[in-house]
């Protein structure tokens, strides 16, 4: 495992909408998880465009948000842009405030996004093993897919992970 090591920042709160799924990192990593299939009816039913007042040049999210208790619990994920402000969304769509709150920035390997950010997952997860300091939060996560993933072959992913002040 190739160490990851975070930057730190402070965010105010934000709204993220889209479509999501609610699953835990055992089903994941099980095989029998639903984050695939949730980005691949992202993009196949373009849900970006379908989705009210985005924000032009939003980066794709992929929100952790609603977690049951911490990285052992289940969690939602949604998959989606930031939105200039909340509002009622109808049929599978899905609003989210993302917290203000200070975050631990880690950047995946450039290379394949979807493998990419599954190994940073891992670190991530060792990474805090190792900094007892440092706590997570577990209000909203989230991966920032921007220009750097235009190609997902040869991307490079910020993972978000909010943290205690």
Do not use: C
């Amino acid at each position: 495992m190739i160490p990851i090591q975070p930057t730190f920042k402070q965010l105010n709160e934000f709204q993220v909408t889209g479509i999501s799924a609610r699953t835990t990192n055992a089903q994941e990593m099980a095989g029998n998880g639903v984050i695939p299939k949730l980005w691949q009816d992202y993009y196949q039913q373009e849900v970006g465009a379908k989705i009210p007042h985005f924000l032009p040049n939003s980066p794709t999210f992929g929100l952790y948000t609603d977690y049951e208790s911490d990285a052992s619990g289940s969690y939602l994920l949604l998959v989606g842009l930031k939105v200039a402000e909340p509002t009622d969304v109808a049929g599978d769509l899905v609003s989210k405030t993302v917290p203000a709150s200070r975050y631990a920035i880690f950047t995946t390997a450039k290379g394949p996004a979807f493998t990419n950010v599954a190994q940073a997952w891992v670190a991530i997860w060792d990474w805090f093993a190792h900094h007892p300091e440092i706590q997570r939060t577990f209000t909203g996560d989230f991966e920032l897919y921007d220009e750097r993933t235009a190609n997902p072959l040869d991307a490079e992913v910020d993972i978000y992970i909010a943290i205690q002040e």
